[in-house]
């Protein structure tokens, strides 16, 4: 299976800042790669797709980058209602995995 | 506007099996690809299963021989049963449209606890 390998696990932010979110595959995944974020209670919503392809409906400040082996997920300024946990996940191979997810709470 | 909604026991005895249904709205499960996740602090994000074009299914190999993954056309629905469950697979599971490649739509959840 291909391992993805998220950092930092937990980030501390203020609003209007602008963060940063690794994600590490254990092998070549092209650009399948996906981002989802996660509130409390909720199901995952899809935030990016082909590691760089915006979902409709969320807004610009997010965005993804990346190929290979290593992708980021930039938000460009963190607004209240970004504070949630952020996932990534490879569609290269079967099965499908999942990072173990980043915290961002407000600092 | 797509829609899931899942439906399932709350709690699950040791060694029996669980069914879980995933009701759709606005969308066809004749089309898309359909999927089974779950989620729980132990093993985080799991993919369990898809289901395409109503007969073609594809399992993640660790839950292979206990999972079953069907569609209802008149009902629009489909469902995951998993068999001989045990203490690790307590997890909310999610049903979601996708399979072939990102999930871009899902239900709400269900909590399924395995519990004597």
């Known amino acids: 299976d291909i391992q993805m390998t998220q950092s930092p696990s937990t980030l501390s932010a203020s609003v209007g800042d602008r963060v940063s979110i690794t994600c590490r595959a254990s092998?070549?995944?092209?650009?399948?790669m996906a981002w989802y974020q996660q509130k409390p209670g909720k199901a995952p919503k899809l935030l990016i797709y082909?590691?760089?392809n915006l979902e409709s409906g969320v807004p610009s400040r997010f965005s993804g980058s990346g190929s290979g082996t290593e992708f980021t997920l930039t938000i460009s300024s963190l607004q209240p209602d970004d504070f949630a946990t952020y996932y990534c996940q490879q569609y290269n191979g079967y099965p499908y995995t999942f990072g173990q997810g980043t915290k961002l709470d407000i600092k | 506007q797509v829609q899931l909604q899942e439906s399932g026991p709350g709690v699950v005895k040791p060694s029996e099996s669980v069914s879980l249904t995933c009701t759709v709205s606005?969308?066809?499960?004749?089309?898309?690809?359909w999927s089974w996740l779950r989620q729980s602090p132990e093993k985080g994000l799991e993919w369990i299963g898809y289901?395409?074009?109503?007969?073609?299914?594809n399992y993640n190999p660790i839950l292979e021989s206990r999972v079953t993954i069907s569609v209802d056309t008149s009902k629009n629905q489909f469902s995951l049963k998993l068999t001989s469950v045990t203490a690790a697979d307590t997890a909310v599971y999610y049903c979601?449209?996708?399979?072939?490649?990102?999930?871009?739509?899902w239900g709400q959840g269900t909590l399924v606890t395995v519990s004597s």
């Open positions: 606005g969308g066809s499960v004749s089309v898309y690809y």
């Open positions: 979601a449209r996708g399979g072939g490649s990102w999930f871009d739509r």
């Open positions: 289901i395409y074009k109503s007969v073609n299914t």
């Open positions: 082909k590691a760089s």
């Open positions: 092998q070549s995944i092209s650009s399948w």
